[in-house]
């Protein structure tokens, strides 16, 4: 086993949001990395997560996907930006958490290579920053559309600190527009 680390993980303010970096190795031509390893992403994280699925989006510039989550087959979540810019949200649903209620947002793009782990049991969205984005995500669990939730991407009780320019409303799909209130969303 390789012992030298390729991956940076650092901790944020939600236990078990993870902010990972690739070692990226580059020259005169252009860049390499490895985006993902399970035996490195287990070794740096001190996860043993197994990803089934992969997701690849494409946004247009204020286009707001979220805040979802499945709650009979919750998904974690390995999300990193291969084209622009986004401003990734998530929000604590666990009730035995210290941050419940609480949410957290990092920014995401193609430059920086940063990835997010998103354990079950938060909700998450994003807000694409840029002319386009294309988001890369797996997920640890299948698309379950009988449990999948939506919660309220402007929630009062939340108050996530969206960065739109004044005036700019986010496109949002009629799904995301009809988002639970906290109040009224099932929670783990």
Same mark, same amino acid.
């Given at each position: 086993?390789?012992?030298?680390?390729?991956?940076?993980?650092?901790?944020?303010?939600?236990?078990?949001?993870?902010?990972? +970096?690739?070692? #990226?190795?580059?020259? +005169? *031509?252009?860049?390499?990395?490895?985006?993902?390893?399970?035996?490195?992403?287990?070794? &740096?994280? %001190?996860?043993? $997560?197994?990803?089934?699925?992969?997701?690849?989006?494409?946004?247009?510039?204020?286009?707001? *996907?979220?805040?979802? @989550?499945?709650?009979?087959?919750?998904?974690?979540?390995?999300?990193?930006?291969?084209?622009?810019?986004?401003?990734?949200?998530? $929000?604590?649903? *666990? !009730?035995?958490?210290?941050?419940? %209620?609480?949410? =957290?947002?990092?920014?995401?793009?193609?430059? /920086? /290579?940063?990835?997010?782990?998103?354990? +079950?049991? =938060?909700?998450? %969205?994003?807000?694409?920053?840029? +002319?386009?984005?294309?988001?890369? @995500?797996?997920?640890?669990?299948?698309? /379950?559309?009988?449990?999948?939730?939506? =919660?309220?991407?402007?929630?009062? /009780? #939340?108050?996530?600190?969206?960065?739109?320019?004044?005036?700019?409303?986010?496109?949002?799909?009629? !799904?995301? &527009?009809?988002?639970? =209130?906290?109040?009224? &969303?099932?929670?783990?």
């Amino acid at each position: 086993m390789n012992t030298q680390l390729k991956l940076q993980v650092t901790s944020t303010p939600i236990p078990d949001v993870l902010i990972i +970096e690739s070692k #990226i190795f580059s020259d +005169e *031509r252009g860049w390499f990395t490895e985006s993902f390893n399970a035996q490195d992403f287990s070794v &740096a994280t %001190g996860l043993n $997560v197994e990803f089934v699925q992969d997701n690849h989006s494409f946004s247009h510039q204020w286009t707001l *996907r979220g805040l979802h @989550y499945q709650t009979e087959c919750p998904q974690g979540k390995l999300v990193r930006v291969v084209a622009g810019r986004i401003f990734d949200v998530v $929000v604590d649903l *666990r !009730k035995d958490s210290p941050t419940y %209620g609480k949410w =957290l947002g990092s920014e995401l793009d193609s430059q /920086h /290579h940063r990835q997010l782990w998103i354990p +079950e049991g =938060l909700a998450h %969205g994003f807000l694409a920053l840029t +002319e386009t984005v294309e988001v890369l @995500y797996k997920t640890t669990d299948y698309f /379950h559309p009988q449990s999948e939730n939506c =919660l309220a991407w402007n929630d009062p /009780h #939340i108050n996530i600190e969206w960065p739109l320019p004044e005036g700019v409303t986010p496109n949002v799909n009629a !799904k995301d &527009a009809a988002g639970l =209130l906290w109040d009224f &969303a099932p929670k783990f």
